[in-house]
Structure formats: structure tokens, C-alpha cells
């Protein structure tokens, strides 16, 4: 088959060389079969090795990494701290829900999520435990009472907890709902959506829209009625905790100055004022559009208008078109007007189970018209369209200012009659218990060390003994690895070696493949033709010399050398006194191009016969494709 070589790179083709099938391949693939063997060796020992390495990390690196249940002395600060480290203790004090959703089908609005208390999947410490959501695609629900109501007056409020999506998260939340005071609240085996609470907060996404709640419901201090408030987006990104399945601590605190600040991992993502930064605003307006004002009918709000006084010149033609046929164009010699740009496959043949009935008459699919590929064109011929000069389109009147222009209209404002001031919204409707309402379309979130005080310090001792532990082994697995990894490497220096192959040699045998070929079939095709120069033979660039003029009985001492000219008549005759004949049906440009190419080989060869090369019998001409 016929090799080629790279082209030239530009920003609309991008074609590479191909090696397949030509005078090297074979070593091409060896190359290719060596570099997937060193690709594939250093996996092969990794995966012999893996549990060397994993207890060397076990034992060498994270076994100083201790794990305690966390204790906080009894505090009146404190009003739930749960670990989930004692199965029973848990089952004591959390309630499933038995509830069903409201407004959909009985199948599937029961709260039947499956939750469980287990260790983490990734890097668990010896004793940890947590509350897992084993159900996806289900409504679950459950929850806690506090110790006692947290009451917002003078201290901060502060909730923190863990969220550790071990699969991944498709679309579902994972956040904490802070039940009111209230008597829906009291019996936590109806727990459900609508559940009065006072504040929402976590993590939620659906798609590509990632959230981290913040939600508190204010009371009209009017009307009493209950109304949520949204918190603004986070400054910062949130969308690792949904794919890394790594443990995640949320931090929540709202101060009584109305200030409230929103942590991922002790770091600030979210903060602002409870009275500047929610949607809809916590106080609403003083002033509103009077609802009948109603705009008066000669009101002109139109600043600028057409000049009354502006005529249309005399010679502005309005039906003039905007474009007319080039009158320079002439048609391009050798156009077919009587030759239709697509024609009846005449290949093609009607299916065996066609049914006119049914399927109606069946024509052949039409295909581009081979007559046309190498005219300038087919069908009825019309010049190019040109812009014509003489377009000015529809006349308008210029504009002016309008003398009577009012302005724009506006319905005058009045006193809001719902207008308060709530210049105190953190004082929000006690909480007396904590809760999870969720939908996911994803398992195994891990909820873990559940905390709501009034002392940012306390939640920083708590997260201490928790979450600061579990990112510390962590941290020292990930090192621990790499270490490893490092000392085995050393331990074996001949994998150096196969790293750098592995990572130089694609890149050399790329070069190599797509840049050269090119230049090297450049220099044999230069080289053959000042070899073929230096001879009486025949070459095709000679300008004004003839195959059938070349006189191909050199005369010569050797031997061999006569031979090798008789070769060469007998190659040269036969390609002059049997041209190839001309194909009764049109050919591809693609086929017309390989054949001239083995022509141009043919007579290479040749050439190259009679500089004095060693003689070989005439290459057969390969049969031309019909």
C-alpha cells in the first residue's frame, strides 16, 4: 500500500504521517509494542507491591495516629455534641421519621431511607463512627432532640458537623435542619418536609449547580406571618467536597450583632449581615408604587421624533433592490447547463422488501454528478449578486427633539402599608432539635460529630478532636504514599530508568513518526535523482526529451552493466508500448494520484537500474483499479 508523510501544520488541518503498511512498519509496531511493555511494567509492580507498600504506610507512618472519642466538660454552652460512636447511645436519642410527604404518590412518599452507624469507607480511624445514609433515590429522614432549647438572645449561635459523600454526589443535599420550637416539632416520628424550622444549613447540588445553604425563616413582627430568607452565594468555590469523597466540616456562626459567617474546613467561604445580605431583604420597604396611578393618556415619554418638516429628495428611488446580478460576470468556459449537479445512483437497487403499497415509488438516492467533478459547474448558469450602488433602502425623516417630551413615566410612590423595621433578626424562634430531611440521588454520605453551641471556641476544641485528626491521617496517608513510593524507588533504582522512558520516549518516537519520514523520503528521492543524472537513462524532469527518443543501448565493458541496460529497454518499452488505458468511468482524484505516484516509482527504479545498481528482474505493474 502507498505510505505518506506528514503534512504541514496549520490552524485548519492538523494531518499526521502514517508508517502503516510501508518499508518500516514493522519496525514502527516494534517500537510501539516496547513502549506499551514499559507503560505497562511499573503498573504490573505496583499492583505486586501494593500491599507491601500500603502496610509499610500502615505501620511505619499513620500508626501515630490516634483516634478518641471526643469529650467536652459538661457545659451549659453545649446544647447537642453527638460522635455516633455509641451505636446504642444513638438509637436512645435519634428518631427515624414514619411520616409521608405530602402532595405525591403513596409509593414513594414514605420517609423509608435506610440509615446506619458505621466506620468511614477511605483511610477510617480505629473507633470512629458515623451516621450513614445507606438509601439513595428515597426520602429520608431523621432526627434529635437537643439537650435544651437554644434560645436566641445574647449569645451567638453555633452549629457544626461532617459531611462525607463517599459516593460522589449526583444531585441530593446533605444539609441540617434546625427545628423550631413549635408544636409540629415535638413529635419527631412526623418529621417532614414541611416541618417548621428556624434555620437550614449545608451543602446541596443538582447537576452542575453547587450550594451551600443558608436559610433562616423570619416572623413578621406585623402579621406574624413566616417568610424564608436566602442567603447570597458563597465568595468562594464549593465543588470539592461533592467529588473528592473526603470528609468536610461546616461551620455556621450568627452573632447577635446580625453578623453571620459561613466555614469550610476553618476557612471562610461566606459571610455578610443578616439585614443586607438575604433575598428577599428582612425589612421591606418604606415606600411602594401606588398600585391606582394609573399613566394619563396624552403622556409623552418620546425624547426624540421624526422631523415633520423633512421631505424626501427627488431622486431617492425606495424600490431600488439592494443587490443586482454582477453585470461583469461571464460564465466560466466549459459550465454544463445540461447536466443536473446530482444524479440516480445507478449502483443502487431497490430493497427486497420495498412494498410500493406502502412504501410508495421507489427512486434510486441521487449522488453528486460525476460529469460535473471536473467542470467548472452544472445546471442553468446566473451571475454572482454584487451590492447595488444605487440601494438607499426606505426613506425615513430625520429625528429631532420632541418639544412636548414629559420624561418617562412612573407611578408616584406612597407610604408601604406592610412596612416594619426589624432592626433584630437573629432573635429567631428557639430550636429544640436537629434533623435530616433528604432526597439524594446518591448513598453513603456519612454525617459525623454534630455540634451546636454558643462558643466559637468550644467548636474549634471539638473539631480538634474530630475533624483536625481525621485531615491529619489524611495528609500523612498522602505523604505516606508518595514516601513509600520513594523508598521502594530507591530500593530499586533500575524503575528511574523506566520512568524516564516511559516519559521520553512517546514523546521521541512522536517526533520521530510525524516529522521524520518526511525529510528522509525527501533525501532519497533527491539522492536517486542526482544519481539518475549523472547516467544517459531516462528521468522525468528532463524538459524536451521523449521516452520513446532515450537510447537505452549503453554501450559498456561490463558485463553486468549490459544487462542492467536490457533491463532497462525492457522496463521502458513495456510502459511506453502499453500506456495505461483510459477508464471507461470517472475515477477518484485520490486513485488517479496513487497511479501516477507508482509510475514516477517505476521510473525511478529504472533509473536507478541503469546508473550501475545491481540488477533485479522489471516490477510488475500492478493492475489499475477499475
Given at each position: 500500500?502507498?505510505?505518506?508523510?506528514?503534512?504541514?501544520?496549520?490552524?485548519?488541518?492538523?494531518?499526521?504521517?502514517?508508517?502503516?503498511?510501508?518499508?518500516?512498519?514493522?519496525?514502527?509496531?516494534?517500537?510501539?509494542?516496547?513502549?506499551?511493555?514499559?507503560?505497562?511494567?511499573?503498573?504490573?509492580?505496583?499492583?505486586?507491591?501494593?500491599?507491601?507498600?500500603?502496610?509499610?504506610?500502615g505501620?511505619?507512618?499513620?500508626?501515630?495516629?490516634?483516634?478518641?472519642?471526643?469529650?467536652?466538660?459538661?457545659?451549659?454552652?453545649?446544647?447537642?455534641?453527638?460522635?455516633?460512636?455509641?451505636?446504642?447511645?444513638?438509637?436512645?436519642?435519634?428518631?427515624?421519621?414514619?411520616?409521608?410527604?405530602?402532595g405525591?404518590?403513596?409509593?414513594?412518599?414514605?420517609?423509608?431511607?435506610?440509615?446506619?452507624?458505621?466506620?468511614?469507607?477511605?483511610?477510617?480511624?480505629?473507633?470512629?463512627?458515623?451516621?450513614?445514609?445507606?438509601?439513595?433515590?428515597?426520602?429520608?429522614?431523621?432526627?434529635?432532640?437537643?439537650d435544651?432549647?437554644?434560645?436566641?438572645?445574647?449569645k451567638?449561635?453555633?452549629?457544626?458537623?461532617?459531611?462525607?459523600?463517599?459516593?460522589?454526589?449526583?444531585?441530593?443535599g446533605?444539609?441540617?435542619?434546625l427545628?423550631?420550637?413549635?408544636?409540629?416539632?415535638?413529635?419527631l416520628?412526623?418529621?417532614?418536609?414541611?416541618?417548621?424550622?428556624?434555620?437550614?444549613?449545608?451543602?446541596?447540588?443538582?447537576?452542575?449547580?453547587?450550594?451551600?445553604?443558608?436559610?433562616?425563616?423570619?416572623?413578621?413582627?406585623?402579621?406574624?406571618?413566616?417568610?424564608?430568607?436566602?442567603?447570597?452565594?458563597?465568595?468562594?468555590?464549593?465543588?470539592?467536597?461533592?467529588?473528592?469523597?473526603?470528609?468536610?466540616?461546616?461551620?455556621?456562626?450568627?452573632?447577635?450583632?446580625?453578623?453571620f459567617?459561613?466555614?469550610?474546613?476553618?476557612?471562610?467561604?461566606?459571610?455578610?449581615?443578616?439585614?443586607?445580605?438575604?433575598?428577599?431583604?428582612?425589612?421591606?420597604?418604606?415606600?411602594?408604587?401606588?398600585?391606582?396611578?394609573?399613566?394619563?393618556?396624552?403622556?409623552?415619554?418620546?425624547?426624540?421624533?421624526?422631523?415633520?418638516?423633512?421631505?424626501?429628495?427627488?431622486?431617492?428611488?425606495?424600490?431600488?433592490?439592494?443587490?443586482?446580478?454582477?453585470?461583469?460576470?461571464?460564465?466560466?468556459?466549459?459550465?454544463?447547463?445540461?447536466?443536473?449537479?446530482?444524479?440516480?445512483?445507478?449502483?443502487?437497487?431497490?430493497?427486497?422488501?420495498?412494498?410500493?403499497?406502502?412504501?410508495?415509488?421507489?427512486?434510486?438516492?441521487?449522488?453528486?454528478?460525476?460529469a460535473?467533478?471536473?467542470?467548472?459547474?452544472?445546471?442553468?448558469?446566473?451571475?454572482?449578486?454584487?451590492?447595488?450602488?444605487?440601494?438607499?433602502?426606505?426613506?425615513?425623516?430625520?429625528?429631532?427633539?420632541n418639544p412636548?417630551y414629559?420624561?418617562?413615566?412612573?407611578?408616584?410612590?406612597?407610604?408601604?402599608?406592610?412596612y416594619?423595621?426589624?432592626?433584630?433578626?437573629?432573635?429567631?424562634?428557639?430550636?429544640?432539635?436537629?434533623?435530616?430531611?433528604?432526597?439524594?440521588?446518591?448513598?453513603?454520605?456519612?454525617?459525623?460529630?454534630?455540634?451546636?453551641t454558643?462558643?466559637p471556641?468550644?467548636a474549634?476544641?471539638w473539631?480538634?478532636?474530630?475533624?483536625?485528626?481525621?485531615?491529619?491521617?489524611?495528609?500523612?496517608?498522602?505523604?505516606?504514599?508518595?514516601?513509600?513510593?520513594?523508598?521502594?524507588?530507591?530500593?530499586?533504582?533500575?524503575?528511574?530508568?523506566?520512568?524516564?522512558?516511559?516519559?521520553?520516549?512517546?514523546?521521541?518516537?512522536?517526533?520521530?513518526?510525524?516529522?521524520?519520514?518526511?525529510?528522509?523520503?525527501?533525501?532519497?528521492?533527491?539522492?536517486?535523482?542526482?544519481?539518475?543524472?549523472?547516467?544517459?537513462a531516462?528521468?522525468?524532469?528532463?524538459?524536451?526529451?521523449?521516452?520513446?527518443?532515450?537510447?537505452?543501448d549503453?554501450e559498456?565493458?561490463?558485463?553486468?552493466?549490459?544487462?542492467?541496460?536490457?533491463?532497462?529497454?525492457?522496463?521502458?518499452?513495456?510502459?511506453?508500448?502499453?500506456?495505461?488505458?483510459?477508464?471507461?468511468?470517472?475515477?477518484?482524484?485520490?486513485?488517479?494520484?496513487?497511479?501516477?505516484?507508482?509510475?514516477?516509482?517505476?521510473?525511478?527504479?529504472?533509473?536507478?537500474?541503469?546508473?550501475g545498481?545491481?540488477?533485479?528482474?522489471?516490477?510488475?505493474?500492478?493492475?489499475r483499479?477499475?
Amino acid at each position: 500500500m502507498k505510505s505518506f508523510i506528514c503534512k504541514p501544520i496549520s490552524l485548519s488541518s492538523l494531518r499526521c504521517s502514517s508508517y502503516i503498511f510501508n518499508h518500516r512498519s514493522m519496525y514502527s509496531w516494534l517500537w510501539l509494542l516496547m513502549v506499551y511493555l514499559l507503560l505497562a511494567l511499573p503498573v504490573v509492580l505496583c499492583q505486586e507491591k501494593k500491599d507491601e507498600i500500603k502496610d509499610d504506610v500502615g505501620v511505619d507512618m499513620v500508626d501515630d495516629i490516634i483516634y478518641v472519642t471526643p469529650t467536652i466538660p459538661h457545659s451549659s454552652s453545649i446544647y447537642i455534641a453527638e460522635h455516633f460512636d455509641n451505636p446504642a447511645s444513638f438509637k436512645k436519642k435519634w428518631v427515624k421519621s414514619e411520616a409521608k410527604k405530602e402532595g405525591i404518590e403513596d409509593d414513594i412518599a414514605k420517609y423509608d431511607g435506610v440509615w446506619d452507624i458505621e466506620a468511614s469507607e477511605i483511610d477510617p480511624l480505629k473507633g470512629d463512627l458515623g451516621l450513614v445514609l445507606k438509601s439513595k433515590a428515597k426520602h429520608s429522614a431523621i432526627a434529635a432532640k437537643l439537650d435544651r432549647p437554644f434560645v436566641f438572645d445574647e449569645k451567638p449561635f453555633v452549629v457544626q458537623y461532617e459531611v462525607n459523600m463517599q459516593s460522589g454526589q449526583e444531585c441530593g443535599g446533605a444539609y441540617l435542619k434546625l427545628l423550631s420550637q413549635e408544636k409540629a416539632s415535638n413529635d419527631l416520628r412526623q418529621f417532614h418536609d414541611k416541618t417548621p424550622y428556624s434555620i437550614m444549613f449545608g451543602p446541596d447540588k443538582c447537576g452542575s449547580d453547587y450550594k451551600l445553604h443558608f436559610i433562616f425563616r423570619h416572623k413578621n413582627p406585623i402579621n406574624g406571618t413566616i417568610s424564608e430568607k436566602h442567603c447570597k452565594k458563597p465568595k468562594e468555590r464549593i465543588e470539592e467536597p461533592f467529588t473528592d469523597k473526603r470528609p468536610h466540616l461546616y461551620t455556621l456562626i450568627v452573632r447577635p450583632d446580625n453578623t453571620f459567617h459561613v466555614y469550610v474546613d476553618h476557612k471562610v467561604v461566606n459571610e455578610g449581615s443578616l439585614l443586607e445580605d438575604f433575598t428577599p431583604p428582612v425589612n421591606p420597604p418604606e415606600e411602594i408604587d401606588d398600585p391606582s396611578d394609573v399613566r394619563p393618556a396624552d403622556w409623552d415619554d418620546r425624547e426624540r421624533i421624526p422631523d415633520a418638516t423633512a421631505t424626501k429628495p427627488d431622486d431617492w428611488d425606495e424600490d431600488a433592490p439592494q443587490y443586482i446580478p454582477d453585470p461583469e460576470a461571464i460564465k466560466p468556459v466549459g459550465w454544463l447547463d445540461d447536466e443536473p449537479q446530482n444524479v440516480p445512483d445507478p449502483s443502487a437497487e431497490k430493497p427486497a422488501d420495498w412494498d410500493e403499497d406502502i412504501d410508495g415509488e421507489w427512486e434510486a438516492p441521487l449522488i453528486s454528478n460525476p460529469a460535473c467533478e471536473e467542470a467548472p459547474g452544472c445546471g442553468a448558469w446566473t451571475p454572482p449578486e454584487i451590492l447595488n450602488p444605487e440601494y438607499k433602502g426606505k426613506w425615513r425623516p430625520p429625528l429631532v427633539d420632541n418639544p412636548n417630551y414629559q420624561g418617562k413615566w412612573a407611578p408616584r410612590r406612597i407610604p408601604n402599608p406592610d412596612y416594619f423595621e426589624d432592626r433584630d433578626p437573629f432573635r429567631m424562634t428557639s430550636i429544640v432539635a436537629v434533623g435530616l430531611e433528604l432526597w439524594s440521588m446518591s448513598n453513603q454520605i456519612m454525617f459525623d460529630n454534630i455540634l451546636i453551641t454558643d462558643d466559637p471556641a468550644l467548636a474549634d476544641a471539638w473539631a480538634a478532636q474530630t475533624f483536625d485528626v481525621k485531615k491529619k491521617k489524611m495528609e500523612k496517608v498522602a505523604d505516606s504514599l508518595l514516601t513509600a513510593l520513594l523508598k521502594y524507588t530507591n530500593e530499586h533504582p533500575w524503575l528511574w530508568a523506566i520512568y524516564i522512558v516511559v516519559i521520553a520516549l512517546p514523546i521521541v518516537l512522536v517526533l520521530a513518526f510525524c516529522c521524520g519520514s518526511s525529510k528522509e523520503k525527501e533525501d532519497n528521492q533527491a539522492k536517486k535523482s542526482e544519481d539518475a543524472k549523472k547516467t544517459d537513462a531516462f528521468t522525468p524532469d528532463d524538459p524536451g526529451v521523449q521516452e520513446d527518443d532515450v537510447d537505452v543501448d549503453n554501450e559498456g565493458d561490463d558485463e553486468g552493466i549490459e544487462e542492467s541496460t536490457a533491463a532497462t529497454q525492457t522496463s521502458t518499452t513495456s510502459q511506453t508500448q502499453n500506456p495505461p488505458q483510459k477508464a471507461t468511468e470517472q475515477v477518484s482524484e485520490n486513485e488517479e494520484q496513487e497511479d501516477d505516484d507508482d509510475e514516477q516509482e517505476e521510473q525511478e527504479e529504472a533509473v536507478s537500474i541503469g546508473a550501475g545498481d545491481a540488477p533485479s528482474s522489471p516490477r510488475k505493474r500492478r493492475p489499475r483499479k477499475d
